[in-house]
């Protein structure tokens, strides 16, 4: 019997990009995919950097609604845009194998070693802010919101800016590769818990449709490595919008994570890493969580108290 599966995703290049390929490994299982645009909160107000929309799931909570009222049987997201708390009645059904989890620099030409003193990054990411501030105390961050072409294209037209930041994976996705001027390394710019990874979101109460997504495109190996990552930011969010990194690897004989806060200027960081031996998701869950501990004791405490207060 044919299965007809409703993927809810939002309207952009890149979410539809990535939908179609939920939708391709569907289709390989012998489903037949739909796929549904849905405009998010976050693509409504796509001038407001996203620290300023006070709220966690700006590009997710349509679909989670539309999920619960039963309007599509699954939502396709990046996973970095999931909050940590999904609301209940929905799960994390499968997560993909991630493609390159690292930032791309984006210039004229000129490589993170050339940029002149005093260069303008546009960035709407205060992780990204923070951490490029800690590197380069000198670079001036001016806000930029929009898709990626919208990012490239403003780039391109306004001299002043320098560079702008974006996923390597997006951009891989979009066939953009070629804009790429840099992979930053993560020991400059850590990603996002979850970068590079899609996750598909479904009803707890419909495993049919679970079983068929983790048949589809579930990775075991990434999803061991961004339940660690989760697990650390679900621990250190503590309600604020925060310059928290992660990023979970496989090692010899087991998994390794690093996190990392910053207060918002770069001036101050704390950074830590852990291995473990299991990928089950209870051992990642817990190493994230023993190292948010860990770097809560070593001053991330003090700097998330003061972004929750709004100083500097």
Do not use: Y
């Not at 953009?176 to 109460?205: F, H, N």
């Amino acid at each position: 019997m044919t299965t007809v599966t409703r993927l809810g995703t939002r309207g952009s290049p890149l979410a539809l990009r990535q939908t179609d390929q939920v939708a391709e490994a569907l289709a390989a299982e012998g489903a037949t995919p739909t796929i549904v645009a849905i405009r998010t909160t976050g693509d409504e107000l796509a001038e407001v950097p996203l620290h300023r929309l006070e709220t966690r799931d700006a590009f997710t909570r349509q679909l989670d609604h539309a999920l619960l009222a039963g309007e599509v049987d699954a939502a396709v997201h990046s996973l970095k845009d999931i909050p940590t708390d999904l609301p209940d009645g929905l799960v994390i059904a499968a997560i993909s194998r991630r493609a390159d989890a690292r930032d791309a620099l984006l210039t004229r030409g000129v490589p993170w070693s050339g940029l002149p003193a005093r260069a303008v990054v546009a960035t709407c990411s205060l992780r990204r802010r923070a951490q490029l501030l800690h590197a380069r105390p000198d670079l001036r961050m001016v806000d930029i919101r929009g898709n990626v072409a919208t990012r490239l294209a403003r780039l391109e037209a306004t001299p002043a800016w320098d560079a702008t930041v974006l996923a390597v994976a997006g951009l891989v996705r979009l066939g953009l590769s070629a804009r790429i001027t840099e992979a930053l390394d993560p020991a400059v710019l850590l990603p996002a818990p979850g970068q590079g990874a899609i996750a598909v979101v479904a009803r707890a109460e419909d495993p049919r449709t679970g079983a068929l997504l983790r048949t589809a495109i579930h990775h075991g190996e990434t999803a061991a490595c961004v339940t660690a990552e989760r697990a650390l930011l679900h621990r250190l969010e503590g309600g604020c919008s925060a310059p928290v990194a992660a990023l979970a690897t496989p090692i010899d004989g087991g998994w390794s994570l690093k996190g990392r806060v910053l207060s918002l200027d770069g001036r101050h960081v704390v950074e830590a890493t852990t291995t473990w031996p299991e990928g089950t998701e209870s051992a990642s869950a817990a190493a994230g969580a023993e190292l948010a501990e860990r770097l809560l004791a070593m001053g991330a405490r003090e700097i998330l108290a003061s972004l929750r207060e709004g100083r500097p």
